[in-house]
């Protein structure tokens, strides 16, 4: 196990390498700069790019871009919070959407789980239905897509809940909802599928046999065995709350780490751009580690490769 972690680590501070190259090249490749306006002055533009170094051959830009991640130095801010140290400004707005993502995460596991599980004890009857037609509506429908009718329904039409912001415990409800509903139906689908499988075992039929109550059946040896699959989909799971919540922050305006990311791409902040792509690289592949040793736990048998 230490040795699979040891080297999933490597693997992943190369991959995170990999991304920081990548996004720093194809900035680059963008035409124009973050000075670049209809009516800036081309001296005081010329000026900020000696400034922040933007004059310099790209190499060069590569190896100081290179110096200050080491250090966990993503620069400061060219436009939004002008002068505000991209860090500092992770650290701000990340515990937002952080609690945001986690609850969207609960939300999807706490009603997908067992919607899943109903679906497979009822399997074909009118209950199996309504689950696969709600599980297969949620996942063709993008997190925007579910914001936006929320909110010309519940907050324009119905005005029963709040549009804008997390000013209130109301005001959580749509962004949850919205962030959480193609998980919740992913797992749903998930657990359907191997419950199904898991219930058709002959362990399963022993257990039966030997006039163990169906509870405990379920309970204590179906339902473990069933969840390995929603436990693999949780490093996918977070990958897509997290930039599925980018979408949601800017639809409901909360000021957390995806509303800041999609401002400063349409202003060309560059150090925001690189800093948050490789911070969120690196939250999702650690994710992903922690999800195969938990994926470990559950089942011992699994064998993690050394």
Same mark, same amino acid.
């Given at each position: 196990?230490?040795k699979?972690? &040891? ?9 995170v390498?990999i991304?920081a190259t990548?996004t ?7 035409p124009g /700069?973050p000075f670049t306006?209809? %009516?800036t002055? #081309? #001296? ?6 000696v400034k ?5 051959p #790209?190499?060069v830009?590569?190896?100081m871009?290179?110096?200050?991640i080491v ?5 400061e801010?060219? %436009?939004?919070q ?9 650290k701000?707005?990340?515990?937002i /959407? ?6 969207a ?7 997908? #789980?067992p919607?899943?599980?109903i679906?497979a004890? %009822?399997?074909g ?10 599980a297969?509506?949620?996942?063709a429908?993008? /997190?925007?897509?579910?914001?936006t ?5 519940f907050s324009?039409k119905l005005?029963?809940l709040p /549009?804008?912001?997390?000013n209130e415990p109301?005001?959580y409800?749509? $962004?949850i909802v919205s962030?959480?509903l193609?998980?919740?139906?992913y797992?749903a689908r998930l ?6 499988e898991?219930?058709?075992q002959d362990?399963?039929?022993?257990a039966?046999a030997?006039g163990?109550?169906q509870s ?8 473990k065995? =069933?969840l390995l699959p929603v436990?693999?989909y949780m490093? $996918?799971?977070i990958?897509?709350?997290l930039?599925g919540?980018? &979408?949601?922050?800017?639809?409901f305006?909360?000021?957390g780490?995806?509303r800041?990311?999609?401002?400063s791409i349409s ?10 792509t490789i911070f969120?690289a690196a ?6 580690l922690? =999800?195969d040793i ?6 011992p ?6």
């Amino acid at each position: 196990m230490t040795k699979y972690i &040891v080297r999933r680590v490597l693997i992943a501070i190369f991959i995170v390498f990999i991304v920081a190259t990548m996004t720093f090249f194809i900035m680059k490749a963008v035409p124009g /700069s973050p000075f670049t306006e209809e %009516k800036t002055n #081309v #001296v005081a533009e010329e000026a900020n790019r000696v400034k922040y170094g933007l004059d310099k051959p #790209v190499y060069v830009q590569y190896g100081m871009y290179l110096e200050k991640i080491v250090k966990f130095d993503f620069g400061e801010t060219l %436009k939004m919070q002008k002068g505000t140290p991209v860090l500092e400004l992770i650290k701000t707005t990340f515990p937002i /959407s952080a609690g945001l993502g986690g609850m969207a995460i609960l939300f999807a596991i706490i009603l997908g #789980v067992p919607l899943g599980c109903i679906g497979a004890l %009822k399997r074909g009857k009118l209950a199996d239905n309504i689950i696969r037609v709600i599980a297969t509506a949620g996942i063709a429908m993008p /997190s925007f897509v579910v914001a936006t009718v929320g909110m010309i329904i519940f907050s324009v039409k119905l005005k029963l809940l709040p /549009s804008l912001g997390l000013n209130e415990p109301a005001g959580y409800i749509l $962004p949850i909802v919205s962030l959480g509903l193609y998980p919740m139906c992913y797992i749903a689908r998930l657990m359907r599928s191997s419950m199904l499988e898991t219930i058709g075992q002959d362990y399963i039929r022993t257990a039966k046999a030997k006039g163990i109550p169906q509870s405990i059946v379920i309970f204590k040896h179906a339902l473990k065995n =069933s969840l390995l699959p929603v436990i693999t989909y949780m490093g $996918p799971m977070i990958a897509y709350t997290l930039t599925g919540s980018f &979408v949601v922050e800017k639809v409901f305006n909360i000021p957390g780490l995806g509303r800041y990311f999609i401002n400063s791409i349409s202003n060309r902040d560059y150090p925001i751009i690189m800093g948050m792509t490789i911070f969120i690289a690196a939250l999702i592949i650690f994710m992903n580690l922690i =999800s195969d040793i938990i994926y470990k736990i559950v089942d011992p048998r699994i064998r993690l490769t050394d």
